[in-house]
């Protein structure tokens, strides 16, 4: 049936072509007509194909071209200058070849000016150099091979401008050059190869400009080179190829700039060189193969979360270098099976001063992700943590981390000021390299962490912020720190004296062979250990400190024993008194008992004085007089103080 170059002018409201529940057996020819009134074919059934080509219809805000539950047997072709002045409903139809709209222009401003909800195209639709004027539905719409918006543009549509929830598309989705000025919904969606949006602009005046969340994907999700004026919604998405935001920038008008929540992406993201997200890009929960690249990205939200990764499940490497992030980059319980590296990246994080602004995150966690630049409390990483060359604004934050290969902190420049600058009590790493660029200005703390190596140089440690080291302990140590200098971080690490930093490093010294270092630094333990004790106990200490060293200078208690023993065997052997008795009067002591005392000998009664737990049989045997009295004294207390300092040095060093 042909009306190929008809010119209709109705004056009635009926319709210029009314095939309404017609049997066509053969093509439905309109190709070139001109006319003011709509085309009818609700529930008609054409054989062949549907040609509007060429032709301009003009129904003002009706729809111009009505075919519901239409079957078609070939295809639906307004092609070439077709212009339509209303919209053009298939909803419902069937058509066994292709819907074909390219360089169609089709015109109902703030309304639907294409619907084909729940339609069934065997071959595809293809709608390249189209312009829509007015909202594009595809709900539910079932569509063989290829879906193609290549350079279609999108306007007067309102806040929405196509609406494709659940629509299935066997092949792919191309959006090649597409221009919308609404958000296009793809909620529920489903394509079996790609969906490729290059060089788009989508722009919504709130909220999402692009939703795909719950949308399966069967090869790759490409958004490369777009403008995108609100956010992207990949909540609980399926690729099974990458998905790629190159050279995309997102300018959300809210909070969210990418939500990937439990979305399952197994090719990786590609979001390097040319990503800018002036909001927060989040994967949180997500589960993504391959890698997460976001090489010189660039994600800006100063006062929120920028990029969300907890409980991330990354079956590879996350690399961010060069990436520059304002806001917080958290990977709270995240398990990376690869590395986490951003090597030069500039990661500014959460001012600890700025308000929360009443997000709900703050009620439930007071605002911990403040004065933050990243964030990996309790994750899980296979390979590396490296930020080397990172400059970090905020703190980092590792605490019961687990890092199986290195944490790698290189020339990396830490600014934090007025709080921890490295916060990472537990964590576990095979090695710890502290090498930054300059010394921190904030603090450090390592309670309870263990590691296999400790690097660290005379920049590692700040001067003047806190350092907590309780029960942190490594195996190996390299470093160009001497002993003094060690002792020194001591000294500073623990304000109120706690033993363990100094065994840690007393018996690393020691496996290293460094037996004199670990005295040194056992020494100094101990004597702070004293020296925080009551009044008593540190005269005590001072006393075994003089005389032994706390057991550390043993030859020094020998010196003081041989100085005793031989003043005072001297001493007894020349001084002049006598005991005053005239049977005694060559001898310059006096015998307790005449009938019973040894032989006189000035060597063995200072030896006997000098040593209490050993009874020679002459200090009980003779009385001083005199100046000998004060001799035997000194002689007395002496042995008592030499013996006690040795026995307590002894028993230390037998616990060691």
């Given at each position: 049936m042909s009306?190929?170059?008809?010119?209709?002018?109705?004056?009635?409201?009926?319709?210029?072509?009314?095939?309404?529940?017609?049997?066509?057996?053969?093509?439905?020819?309109?190709?070139?007509?001109?006319?003011?009134?709509?085309?009818?074919?609700?529930?008609?059934?054409?054989?062949?194909?549907?040609?509007?080509?060429?032709?301009?219809?003009?129904c003002g805000s009706e729809f111009a071209l009505l075919g519901r539950q239409v079957k078609v047997g070939g295809s639906v072709v307004c092609a070439n200058d077709f212009n339509c002045e209303g919209g053009i409903i298939l909803e419902g139809a069937r058509i066994e070849g292709q819907l074909l709209l390219p360089k169609a222009r089709i015109s109902r401003p703030n309304g639907i000016c294409l619907n084909i909800d729940h339609a069934v195209v065997a071959l595809g639709v293809r709608c390249e150099?189209?312009?829509?004027?007015?909202?594009v539905r595809m709900h539910h719409a079932q569509i063989g091979c290829q879906?193609?918006?290549?350079?279609?543009?999108?306007?007067?549509?309102?806040?929405?401008?196509?609406?494709?929830?659940?629509?299935?598309?066997?092949?792919?989705?191309?959006?090649?050059?597409?221009?919308?000025?609404?958000?296009?919904?793809?909620?529920g969606s489903r394509f079996e190869c790609n969906l490729l949006v290059d060089n788009a602009k989508i722009s919504s005046d709130a909220g999402t400009a692009l939703t795909l969340d719950g949308t399966t994907i069967g090869a790759a999700l490409a958004v490369e080179d777009c403008e995108i004026a609100g956010s992207i919604l990949l909540i609980a998405a399926t690729v099974q190829g990458a998905l790629t935001l190159r050279n995309t920038e997102i300018s959300p008008h809210?909070?969210?700039?990418?939500?990937?929540?439990?979305?399952?992406?197994?090719?990786?993201?590609?979001?390097?060189?040319?990503?800018?997200?002036?909001?927060?890009?989040?994967?949180?929960?997500?589960?993504?193969?391959?890698?997460?690249?976001?090489?010189?990205?660039?994600?800006?939200?100063p006062r929120r979360h920028a990029l969300i990764a907890a409980g991330l499940v990354l079956?590879?490497?996350?690399?961010?270098?060069?990436?520059?992030?304002?806001?917080?980059?958290?990977?709270?319980?995240?398990?990376?099976?690869?590395?986490?590296r951003l090597a030069d990246a500039e990661l500014t994080g959460v001012p600890l001063e700025e308000s929360s602004r009443g997000r709900e995150i703050d009620q439930l966690r007071r605002g911990d992700w403040r004065g933050v630049s990243l964030r990996a409390t309790a994750s899980i990483i296979h390979g590396d943590i490296d930020l080397r060359g990172a400059r970090l604004k905020e703190s980092l934050v590792l605490e019961s981390a687990t890092v199986q290969r290195s944490v790698l902190l290189d020339g990396t420049t830490l600014e934090v000021k007025d709080s921890m600058a490295i916060r990472a009590d537990g964590m576990k790493a095979a090695m710890l390299s502290l090498r930054f660029r300059d010394a921190p200005?904030?603090?450090?703390?390592?309670?309870?962490?263990?590691?296999?190596?400790?690097?660290?140089?005379?920049?590692?440690?700040?001067?003047?912020?806190?350092?907590?080291?309780?029960?942190?302990?490594?195996?190996?140590?390299?470093?160009?720190?001497?002993?003094?200098?060690?002792?020194?971080?001591?000294?500073?690490?623990?304000?109120?004296?706690s033993p363990h930093p100094y065994e840690q490093l007393a018996s690393n010294l020691t496996a290293a062979g460094q037996d004199d270092d670990a005295d040194i630094v056992r020494l100094a333990s101990i004597r702070r250990s004293h020296a925080s004790s009551r009044f008593l106990i540190r005269i005590w200490g001072k006393l075994q400190d003089y005389v032994v060293g706390y057991g550390f200078s043993p030859m020094r208690a020998l010196a003081i024993f041989l100085v005793l023993f031989i003043g005072a065997s001297v001493w007894f052997t020349v001084t002049p008194y006598s005991c005053g008795e005239a049977a005694y009067a060559d001898l310059p002591i006096c015998p307790i008992k005449a009938d019973e005392h040894p032989t006189w000998d000035p060597w063995l009664y200072s030896l006997d004085l000098l040593i209490p737990l050993v009874n020679l049989g002459h200090d009980n045997a003779w009385d001083p007089t005199g100046s000998s009295k004060a001799v035997m004294y000194v002689l007395v207390i002496g042995g008592w103080v030499l013996t006690t300092t040795i026995v307590a040095a002894a028993g230390r060093s037998l616990r060691r």
């Amino acid at each position: 049936m042909s009306f190929a170059g008809t010119v209709f002018d109705v004056s009635t409201p009926d319709y210029m072509i009314d095939l309404s529940g017609a049997d066509i057996g053969s093509d439905l020819v309109c190709s070139r007509i001109s006319g003011n009134r709509p085309i009818h074919l609700h529930n008609a059934r054409i054989n062949g194909d549907i040609r509007l080509s060429d032709s301009k219809i003009s129904c003002g805000s009706e729809f111009a071209l009505l075919g519901r539950q239409v079957k078609v047997g070939g295809s639906v072709v307004c092609a070439n200058d077709f212009n339509c002045e209303g919209g053009i409903i298939l909803e419902g139809a069937r058509i066994e070849g292709q819907l074909l709209l390219p360089k169609a222009r089709i015109s109902r401003p703030n309304g639907i000016c294409l619907n084909i909800d729940h339609a069934v195209v065997a071959l595809g639709v293809r709608c390249e150099d189209a312009h829509f004027r007015g909202a594009v539905r595809m709900h539910h719409a079932q569509i063989g091979c290829q879906l193609s918006f290549d350079r279609v543009r999108i306007s007067d549509c309102g806040r929405l401008a196509l609406l494709a929830d659940h629509l299935g598309v066997d092949g792919s989705g191309h959006f090649r050059n597409f221009r919308a000025e609404g958000a296009v919904h793809l909620h529920g969606s489903r394509f079996e190869c790609n969906l490729l949006v290059d060089n788009a602009k989508i722009s919504s005046d709130a909220g999402t400009a692009l939703t795909l969340d719950g949308t399966t994907i069967g090869a790759a999700l490409a958004v490369e080179d777009c403008e995108i004026a609100g956010s992207i919604l990949l909540i609980a998405a399926t690729v099974q190829g990458a998905l790629t935001l190159r050279n995309t920038e997102i300018s959300p008008h809210g909070s969210w700039a990418v939500d990937a929540r439990r979305a399952d992406i197994r090719g990786g993201v590609d979001g390097a060189k040319g990503f800018t997200a002036h909001g927060s890009v989040s994967f949180a929960n997500a589960k993504i193969s391959v890698t997460l690249n976001l090489t010189e990205a660039a994600i800006v939200t100063p006062r929120r979360h920028a990029l969300i990764a907890a409980g991330l499940v990354l079956d590879g490497d996350l690399i961010g270098d060069r990436a520059k992030v304002e806001g917080l980059v958290d990977l709270t319980a995240a398990n990376v099976t690869g590395n986490v590296r951003l090597a030069d990246a500039e990661l500014t994080g959460v001012p600890l001063e700025e308000s929360s602004r009443g997000r709900e995150i703050d009620q439930l966690r007071r605002g911990d992700w403040r004065g933050v630049s990243l964030r990996a409390t309790a994750s899980i990483i296979h390979g590396d943590i490296d930020l080397r060359g990172a400059r970090l604004k905020e703190s980092l934050v590792l605490e019961s981390a687990t890092v199986q290969r290195s944490v790698l902190l290189d020339g990396t420049t830490l600014e934090v000021k007025d709080s921890m600058a490295i916060r990472a009590d537990g964590m576990k790493a095979a090695m710890l390299s502290l090498r930054f660029r300059d010394a921190p200005t904030g603090g450090i703390s390592l309670a309870a962490a263990a590691v296999g190596t400790l690097r660290d140089n005379e920049r590692s440690w700040p001067k003047s912020a806190a350092v907590v080291l309780e029960g942190f302990t490594y195996g190996l140590l390299d470093t160009n720190l001497t002993v003094v200098d060690r002792l020194r971080l001591l000294q500073h690490a623990t304000p109120t004296y706690s033993p363990h930093p100094y065994e840690q490093l007393a018996s690393n010294l020691t496996a290293a062979g460094q037996d004199d270092d670990a005295d040194i630094v056992r020494l100094a333990s101990i004597r702070r250990s004293h020296a925080s004790s009551r009044f008593l106990i540190r005269i005590w200490g001072k006393l075994q400190d003089y005389v032994v060293g706390y057991g550390f200078s043993p030859m020094r208690a020998l010196a003081i024993f041989l100085v005793l023993f031989i003043g005072a065997s001297v001493w007894f052997t020349v001084t002049p008194y006598s005991c005053g008795e005239a049977a005694y009067a060559d001898l310059p002591i006096c015998p307790i008992k005449a009938d019973e005392h040894p032989t006189w000998d000035p060597w063995l009664y200072s030896l006997d004085l000098l040593i209490p737990l050993v009874n020679l049989g002459h200090d009980n045997a003779w009385d001083p007089t005199g100046s000998s009295k004060a001799v035997m004294y000194v002689l007395v207390i002496g042995g008592w103080v030499l013996t006690t300092t040795i026995v307590a040095a002894a028993g230390r060093s037998l616990r060691r």
